[in-house]
């Protein structure tokens, strides 16, 4: 009788491992199923350079300038970007005057900035987005 009450004391005992890991590997598939890759992001892109006027590549998300582009500054671009994506921003300064700024906000916050002073005339800001 002894022997049939400690045998079922593991049987009991093993149960609730069972039960535990059960519980264990529930919550990693419900973590794993919260991919924080699906998760947008309010990626904030600005260009200032001295002459009115800066030449511009960039990426972000599906958003892609890829042959350079001249614009007017103070250059801004707002984009929701997957978080994980890589983002970039070139720019260069095509009077090689003063000074050329090219910055990148998260979610309205500084994240990324790059200056430099003439004769130099380009900058970059990249990242993954967090």
């Keep these: 009788?002894?022997?049939?009450?400690?045998?079922?004391?593991?049987?009991?005992?093993?149960?609730?491992?069972?039960?535990?890991?059960?519980?264990?590997?529930?919550?990693?598939?419900?973590?794993?199923g919260q991919?924080?890759?699906?998760?947008?992001?309010?990626?904030?892109?600005?260009?200032?350079?001295?002459?009115?006027?800066?030449n511009i590549t960039l990426q972000a998300g599906s958003v892609k300038i890829s042959k350079t582009t001249t614009v007017t500054v103070p250059w801004?671009?707002?984009?929701?970007?997957?978080?994980?994506?890589e983002v970039y921003l070139t720019a260069s300064n095509p009077t090689q005057t003063g000074k050329l700024t090219c910055t990148i906000l998260l979610d309205k916050q500084p994240w990324k900035t790059a200056s430099t002073n003439a004769p130099k005339d380009g900058v970059a800001c990249a990242g993954i987005v967090p």
């Design 1 to 32: 009788m002894e022997e049939f009450l400690e045998r079922q004391g593991i049987v009991a005992q093993l149960a609730i491992v069972a039960v535990l890991i059960a519980i264990a590997v529930s919550i990693m598939f419900y973590l794993s």
């Design 35 to 54: 991919n924080p890759n699906t998760e947008s992001r309010r990626v904030t892109f600005r260009v200032d350079a001295s002459g009115g006027f800066a």
């Design 76 to 85: 801004i671009k707002t984009v929701a970007v997957k978080t994980g994506s």
